[in-house]
């Protein structure tokens, strides 16, 4: 059985930030697909996930601070809150995924994913309106920006992620979370 | 997918490139910070100058500077058109229907066209003239100082180098999986835009467990010879910074004193 080590898990974080570079670039021929699609925050949710809240962190920091450097996008001039989010969703989904035991894994995979992906977008929503936008980003533009424009993008992470993390674990490249379900 | 990333490693023996990376990494995030406090179109010529000199110094050229510029070219064009229609409706110069085109939106275009294309040339530059493991341990020294909140920097630097590694072979990856969904019949060519995305969603699956795959083995790899995330690591010594990288920092720091106090 593959137990997660610091080792491990440090290479599943570095893979998940390389991530975060190489799978906007698949879904660049959609226009527009970063703000419909959120490929950047899949493999940062996953991180968070698997490897914990410190990793899910250190990725939604450093994943789409790659994506800029490398790609150039996000653009430089939105990246501070694309790094906010991205570090709450990981550190989030990192924590709930510590808390929450129901005893089944999906549910604890929804639970938490939810949560972090709520998360996020409160913390952020508050970050543009207090810090990088004040004045200028207001309950409307929050909606639209992240809950209806995004629609696509929320209802790929519900059915992906959690499959994701599932096939995963039958592959045997990550640990089952709970051996009765082996 | 085909094409490199703007922003690969070019070699070279230009200054820049001679600088040591953490002096690199500390001078561009003074440079972002005078870019962000820029407000005046004196502010902005001199950043203009300045980048110029920049790439001048840095020998890369033009075109390879502004290479991540011309890719994002539609992008600013569109951020550019909404300013100008929708950023000032109090004094528009013409209203029709939602459009109200006005000096302020005008004026706001250029400030977040300007701001962004200032920042994709120097980080462009960054990138450019420094080697990426050179540039992960240079990132390592300036991580130090968390050592003091008890932040494992050795491993987040190892974890941002093993990052750097794995992008040019899952961008591989990634072409491989999407011509063998090309070759059982995936339309990414279509001009429908949900063909489009239907093509690109069965990437996503095989994309995530060749990944995890190679992780997997990398990371066994490296227990196997006895790699450990506990123990103190060799690290490239910098040195002190030279003359031309003082002279470098105090060009930046002044450069953001003058974007905050007068320009």
């Given at each position: 059985m593959n137990k997660m080590t610091t080792v491990k898990k440090s290479i599943i974080t570095a893979v998940c930030i390389a991530l975060c570079v190489v799978l906007p670039q698949a879904f660049?021929?959609?226009?527009?697909?970063g703000s419909i699609?959120?490929?950047?925050h899949i493999p940062v949710l996953l991180c968070g996930l698997i490897c914990g809240w410190q990793y899910g962190l250190l990725c939604g920091l450093a994943g789409p601070l790659f994506s800029t450097l490398i790609t150039a996008m996000p653009p430089m001039a939105y990246l501070p809150p694309m790094m906010v989010e991205c570090a709450v969703y990981g550190c989030v989904a990192g924590l709930m995924m510590k808390l929450v035991h129901t005893g089944k894994v999906y549910a604890d995979l929804y639970i938490s994913l939810v949560a972090a992906m709520l998360a996020g977008r409160v913390i952020a929503g508050i970050a543009k309106a207090v810090i990088f936008m004040p004045g200028k980003f207001g309950m409307a533009m929050w909606t639209t920006s992240y809950f209806v424009t995004a629609l696509p993008g929320i209802v790929i992470q519900l059915v992906i992620l959690p499959t994701l993390v599932f096939a995963l674990m039958k592959a045997r490249l990550i640990p089952l979370r709970y051996s009765k379900e082996a | 997918m085909n094409q490199l990333p703007t922003g690969m490693y070019q070699p070279g023996t230009s200054v820049v490139h001679q600088m040591k990376a953490n002096i690199k990494i500390f001078c561009f995030l003074i440079l972002t910070g005078a870019v962000l406090m820029a407000e005046t179109i004196w502010g902005y010529a001199v950043l203009v100058l300045f980048s110029g000199c920049l790439i001048y110094f840095s020998k890369i050229g033009l075109q390879t500077a502004l290479s991540s510029v011309r890719r994002l070219i539609w992008f600013l064009i569109i951020i550019f058109v909404m300013n100008l229609c929708f950023y000032g409706p109090e004094n528009p110069w013409i209203k029709i229907g939602i459009f109200a085109p006005s000096y302020e939106g005008l004026m706001q275009g250029v400030h977040i066209a300007v701001r962004v294309i200032l920042m994709m040339v120097i980080g462009n530059v960054l990138m450019v003239t420094t080697a990426p493991l050179v540039l992960t341990e240079g990132m390592e020294t300036l991580l130090l100082p968390l050592k003091l909140f008890r932040i494992p920097t050795e491993q987040i630097a190892m974890i941002l180098s093993v990052a750097m590694q794995f992008i040019p072979t899952l961008f591989e990856e990634a072409d491989m999986i999407k011509k063998a969904q090309i070759a059982r019949g995936a339309r990414f060519d279509s001009k429908k835009l949900l063909d489009k995305a239907g093509a690109v969603m069965p990437l996503v699956v095989p994309i995530f467990l060749a990944a995890f795959k190679r992780a997997d083995e990398l990371s066994l790899a490296m227990e196997a010879r006895g790699?450990?995330?506990d123990m103190a690591r060799g690290q490239r010594k910098f040195g002190m910074p030279t003359g031309f990288e003082w002279l470098a920092i105090i060009t930046c720091s002044i450069l953001c004193i003058l974007q905050i106090l007068c320009l």
């Open positions: 660049h021929a959609i226009p527009n697909a699609y959120l490929p950047m | 790699y450990r995330t």
